[in-house]
């Protein structure tokens, strides 16, 4: 192998090993919540999934659940 297959093979690697991180990053993400609020139905913001990635409401209505939640 010369000195340019090496650096190909190298780099190749590099790209399916990120490649396999994001990947699973994204499945992790998917497995966590939801991408939609379960109680309005709209998307969650891909900043409160990040945040809260176990949310499965929107912020709207979690405060609104938890609103109730502590009124009882
Ligand atoms: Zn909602």
Redesign the pocket.
Known sequence: MNREDRLEAVTEDHDAARQRRIESARQALNAAGTK???????A?PEARRMAAPFAR??????S?REREFYCR
């Open positions: 939609d609020c379960s109680d309005c139905g709209r969650i409401r929107c912020a709207a209505c979690q609104e």
